[in-house]
C-alpha cells in the first residue's frame, strides 16, 4: 500500500525501544479519522500476538490508558516516560533484547509461514522481506534497510512552533547553538508578496502559504544528505501545514511555545523591523491548531530554561 503521512516504520526508536512510536502514530491517526481500515483490527491487545498488545505488555500499561494519555497531547519522550513510570521499569538489557525480538518476528520462527503468505498476497514483486518489520516497511513504501533498530535515535530535526511574538526565534537558535545543529528561520523563505501582504497588515491564507511550506520541506531535506541536523523556527499553526513539514514523525519533534494572546500581543508591540505586525495575531490564533504530538511549553519562561527543557525531555541533554 502507499506510504501513510505520520506514519513511521516499526524500527524507528522513540527513546530506547522500537514499535513504540509506530504506535503512538497509529492512535494519532485513529483518533483523527486517517487510519486505513485495514489497520483497524491491529489496534489494541484483543489479539496478544500483535505488535501493540506486546508493546503494552512489555511497557506494563493498558491499552486503554496509554491511547488515553496519548491523545491528552505530548510529545512521543513524555508518552514513553509516562509508561515507563507507570508500568514496568526496564533495564537498558531488557528494551536491547525487546528490539532484537521484534525486529527479528517472522524470521524462520513459527509466523515464518504467514510471513510468506503475506508477501505472496500483497503482490511486492521481487521484493524479500525477511521479517514482519521488513514486510511492513516494503509494503508502505520505505526502502528496505532504511531503518534498524541498532541505529541511534532518528530525531534530527526539532521544528519549534507557535503564533509569531511566542518566541521561536530566540529559542530555537539558542537550541540549535547548545545542540551544534544547524538553524533555519522559516519567516525568511516567505515569497515577497507573502510578505508585503503581511507588512501590510493582510493575513496569508493557505494559498499564499503552500509555497512557503514548500521551500520550508525543501530546505529541510535538503540537509538531510549530508547527515546535517536542523532547527527550524516556524509558525506551523495548522495540521496540514506540520504534515506538509514532516511527514515522518520519526526524525521529527515538535516544539508549541504557548502563551495567551494578551501576552503574545504585549510582546509584539516592543518588537521592531518585523513584518508580522501585532493585528494579525488573531488571525494566527484563529488559524492555530495545537498539536497532540508537541511537547508543550510557556512562551513566557526564559529562553535558557526553555532550551534545558528541550533537551532534557527530547533526552538530548
Known amino acids: 500500500m502507499p506510504r501513510i503521512v505520520g506514519l513511521r516504520s516499526p524500527h ?33 491487545e484483543a489479539r496478544p500476538r500483535l505488535f501493540d498488545a506486546r508493546c503494552c505488555r512489555f511497557l506494563g500499561v493498558s491499552y486503554s490508558d496509554l491511547r488515553g494519555r496519548a491523545l491528552a497531547g505530548g510529545c512521543d519522550e513524555e508518552i514513553l516516560a509516562w509508561a515507563h513510570a507507570r508500568g514496568v521499569p526496564r533495564s537498558d538489557e531488557d528494551c536491547l533484547i525487546w528490539n532484537r525480538f521484534m525486529t527479528k518476528i517472522g524470521w524462520r520462527d513459527d509466523l515464518s509461514d504467514l510471513l510468506h503468505k503475506r508477501v505472496a498476497e500483497s503482490g511486492l514483486g521481487g521484493a524479500d522481506p525477511q521479517t514482519m518489520c521488513e514486510l511492513f516497511d516494503v509494503d508502505e513504501g520505505r526502502p528496505p534497510g532504511a531503518t534498524r533498530s541498532w541505529e541511534p535515535h532518528p530525531l534530527s530535526v526539532i521544528i519549534v512552533m507557535g503564533v509569531s511574538g511566542c518566541g521561536k526565534t530566540t529559542v530555537g537558535g539558542a537550541l540549535a547553538t547548545a545542540l551544534g545543529w544547524e538553524f533555519l528561520e522559516a519567516d525568511t523563505l516567505h515569497p515577497a508578496a507573502s510578505i508585503a ?11 499564499d502559504r503552500a509555497p512557503w511550506l514548500e ?19 516556524c509558525s506551523a499553526l495548522r495540521l496540514a501545514y506540520r504534515l506538509a513539514l514532516a511527514p515522518d514523525p520519526a526524525h521529527v519533534r515538535f516544539v508549541h511555545l504557548k502563551g495567551t494572546r494578551e501576552a503574545i500581543e504585549g510582546r509584539l508591540r516592543a518588537r521592531t523591523g518585523h513584518f508580522m505586525k501585532e ?38 541533554a
Open 197 to 207: 501582504k503581511m507588512s501590510a497588515g493582510t493575513p496569508l491564507g493557505d494559498a
Open 215 to 233: 521551500a520550508v520541506h525543501a530546505s529541510i531535506n535538503a540537509r538531510m544528505p549530508r547527515g546535517a541536523k536542523v532547527v527550524v523556527a
Open 12 to 44: 524507528a526508536k522513540v527513546g530506547r525501544i522500537v514499535v513504540f512510536g509506530r504506535m503512538l502514530d497509529k492512535l494519532r491517526l485513529q483518533a483523527r479519522g486517517a487510519l486505513p481500515p485495514e489497520y483497524q483490527d491491529n489496534l489494541g
Open 279 to 316: 493585528g494579525l495575531l488573531g488571525s494566527q490564533f484563529e488559524a492555530l491548531e495545537e498539536p497532540l504530538d508537541a511537547l508543550a511549553l510557556d512562551a513566557l519562561a526564559a529562553p535558557d530554561l526553555l532550551v534545558k527543557g528541550i533537551l532534557e525531555t527530547l533526552g538530548l
